[in-house]
């Protein structure tokens, strides 16, 4: 089982929609939690991070559930500039050290 | 965006050459960091360095090696290429070493192993 999974979509949605993405983590003692975006052939780039309050930033909304072991993102009117990947992030404390896992993505495709 | 670069940008070899990916950074964090991103898995750590000639193995590092002679430089070498290293490589930095601080990435290095 990986340790963080995601739904790889893709997620074709008209602009103006609101789409959610979900992201299940296996270790119960990480700590952080992050959204990063990664457009096609670049690097990824912090999103926003996620408090176990939900927190919200602009159009985008994520939320965590400890119990469940699982993160939310939620893109409220979807434009056309979000079409990327979305890549779930967790640390987790492995090896002695704390490091960052990341899952392999949901893609969105924002189309007119 | 954070001053990082990666060098070559893209590179094909052949298998059982030599291979040498250079990380430059120009922000003096302290920590960075190599990771390889395959379709179908998230980033992956190769190796990491938190401070001058001070490296550790993450959880991908066998065929690779790493060097850091100065603060700004740090090296990724695959001492004998394998098609199964053919991948998108990049570099990260962060100032703190805790995985609650954001990570800057570079652009990435194509490397196509044939």
């Known amino acids: 089982r990986k340790e963080v999974e995601q739904d790889p979509g893709p997620f074709n949605v008209p602009e103006g929609a609101t789409v959610a993405f979900n992201c299940t983590y296996s270790?119960?003692?990480?700590?952080?939690f992050f959204w990063y975006r990664q457009d096609c052939r670049k690097e990824p780039k912090l999103l926003m991070s996620?408090?176990?309050s939900g927190n919200e930033d602009g159009r985008f909304t994520a939320q965590l559930n400890r119990a469940s072991q699982y993160i939310s993102l939620l893109i409220r009117d979807s434009k056309l500039s979000d079409s990327a990947t979305y890549l779930c992030?967790?640390?987790?404390?492995?090896?002695?050290?704390?490091?960052?896992?990341f899952g392999a993505g949901t893609r969105l495709a924002v189309h007119p | 965006d954070a001053g990082i670069t990666q060098s070559p940008r893209h590179k094909v070899t052949e298998t059982g050459t030599p291979v040498t990916l250079r990380c430059h950074q120009t922000e003096n964090h302290r920590y960075m960091y190599w990771y390889r991103q395959d379709p179908g898995h998230g980033l992956r750590l190769i190796h990491y360095?938190?401070?001058?000639?001070?490296?550790d193995k993450g959880e991908v590092s066998d065929g690779y090696s790493v060097s850091r002679s100065k603060t700004e430089d740090f090296l990724l070498t695959l001492e004998s290429a394998t098609s199964s290293q053919t991948s998108v490589y990049f570099c990260a930095i962060s100032e703190f070493l805790d995985s609650s601080y954001e990570q800057y990435f570079g652009p990435g290095t194509r490397l196509t192993v044939t």
């Open positions: 992030v967790v640390n987790t404390l492995s090896g002695g050290y704390n490091k960052l896992i």
């Open positions: 270790n119960s003692a990480s700590q952080s």
């Open positions: 996620v408090y176990s």
């Open positions: 360095s938190y401070g001058v000639k001070d490296t």
